[in-house]
């Protein structure tokens, strides 16, 4: 545990081996922060003096936790407990954990969510609409749920963590100057979209002065498995747009594959009637 400017116990979850924490320590500084004597603080947490002295001299190293807590909470403190990737929980958050209709508690390994539409609720196998209406459900659906399934549930948390922790930019290194690249990236991780454009002269393309015109040509956006629907290519394009206002380019032109016509056009891109269609030129290898 340490001591933070405001008067927080925090616990980092240290691996066994490690020092042990100096509870004494920190019941000392939190006394000092809330200018209270031994007298004091054992009186408004109820726990006898005595056992605040042991605890406080090192005398006492298996002080039970609801002891340190009461202690802790006296002084004005509150206990944090750290879990990897710098996520902290509160000791009164296990409060307000959320329970069952018969007011159990549900499983601590699962993730608990709400049930806002029937494709939050897993059992909802008896409707092939995702958009039916509540008031129109055939059977009764709780109000929480969770994913029994352990790869379900590492899916959703992998996805709710990048949707936590993805950042955006724009890659300019070893690029030549027309070329656009923009990187979606977790840290730690690395990259898990990309999309890629490069700048074409409209002078050159219609054999007139017009000013140096340019455009852009996208050439790709790729998103990483099983992120597809975070709206990573989304915030790719918002980036692209933003750029391009900077740099004075008004028109970017894409090709979709793949049935990708949809994604483009919720981005934004609208269908050039005008425009030939696409055509591909495969040429045999020379015989030998």
């Known amino acids: 545990m340490s001591l933070t400017a405001h ?10 081996g490690q020092d042990a924490i100096d509870v004494g320590a920190i019941l000392r500084k939190l006394r000092r922060h809330a200018d209270l004597s031994q007298r004091e603080l054992a009186a408004r947490s109820g726990v006898p003096k005595s ?6 001299a090192g005398q006492d190293s298996r002080a039970a936790f609801r002891t340190v807590e009461r202690l802790v909470r006296a002084a004005g403190g509150e206990l944090v407990f750290g879990l990897p990737g710098g996520c902290r929980v509160a000791g009164r958050e296990a409060e307000d ?4 209709e018969a007011g159990r508690r549900y ?5 608990v969510r709400a049930v806002l539409t029937l494709k939050d609720w ?8 995702y958009t039916l209406p509540q008031r129109l459900w055939p059977v009764r659906v709780p109000e929480l749920t969770y994913d029994l399934d352990r790869a379900r549930r590492d899916e959703r948390r992998l996805r709710d963590r990048t949707r ?7 890659a300019s290194e070893g690029l030549p100057a027309t070329s656009w690249r923009f990187l979606a990236e977790v840290p730690g991780v690395g990259p898990v979209g990309e999309l890629r454009a490069h700048e074409r002269s409209v002078d050159l393309l219609l054999g007139e002065e017009l000013g140096d015109r340019r455009e852009l040509v996208l050439e790709g956006i790729v998103v990483a498995p099983g992120l597809r629907t975070l709206g990573i290519g989304r915030e790719l394009i918002g980036l692209l747009a933003a750029e391009m206002a900077i740099a004075g380019i008004r028109t970017a032109h894409a090709i979709a594959e793949f049935g990708n ?21 495969n040429v ?5």
């Open 107 to 111: 499983p601590a390994h699962l993730d």
């Open 97 to 100: 954990e959320p329970r069952d």
């Open 261 to 281: 016509v949809e994604f483009l056009l919720a981005c934004g891109f609208e269908l050039e009637a005008s425009k030939p269609s696409a055509l591909t030129l």
């Open 164 to 170: 936590a922790q993805v950042r955006f930019r724009r």
């Open 51 to 56: 056992t605040l002295s042991r605890i406080e």
């Open 122 to 129: 897993p059992g909802a196998w008896w409707v092939h609409s």
């Open 284 to 288: 045999p290898p020379t015989r030998q």
């Open 7 to 16: 008067g927080r116990a925090e616990n980092h979850g240290r691996m066994a």
